[in-house]
């Protein structure tokens, strides 16, 4: 089997002082902060029965990957830069990754009937 090399295209995001964005990331997309501090939170989901949130600061050099697709907002206070970087393909473990967690989903109760 041949797999598309896993590359990536990176971009610059300057933020002004004050500014926050909203940015649909992929899974892979890889966030370095480049200057400033940067806040950095991610979408909502679901684990075991709680709905949680990851927020995150972010400083000079740190970096951020997106395990899950979906919306991130950005914010630095005092402005900042970051190198965004998006990947190109998707490699075999995503797409398999991603194809079992849309198709799992809880059997019925032994004798269950559906309505």
């Excluded at 965004?84 to 059997?107: F, G, M, N, Q």
Aim: aromatic share 4%; glycine share 8%; proline share 5%.
């Amino acid at each position: 089997m041949h797999l598309t090399r896993h590359t990536a295209q990176a971009q610059t995001l300057r933020l002004p002082p004050g500014a926050s964005r909203t940015w649909r990331a992929d899974t892979g997309t890889k966030f370095v902060v480049m200057d400033g501090r940067v806040g950095l939170v991610e979408t909502c989901r679901a684990v075991a029965d709680q709905v949680i949130s990851r927020s995150l600061t972010l400083e000079p050099g740190s970096h951020h990957q997106v395990e899950d697709a979906g919306w991130i907002t950005l914010s630095a206070p005092a402005g900042g830069e970051l190198r965004v970087s998006v990947p190109a393909s998707i490699t075999l473990a995503d797409a398999w990754h991603k194809l079992r967690r849309t198709v799992t989903r809880p059997r019925a109760a032994h004798g269950a009937t559906r309505t």
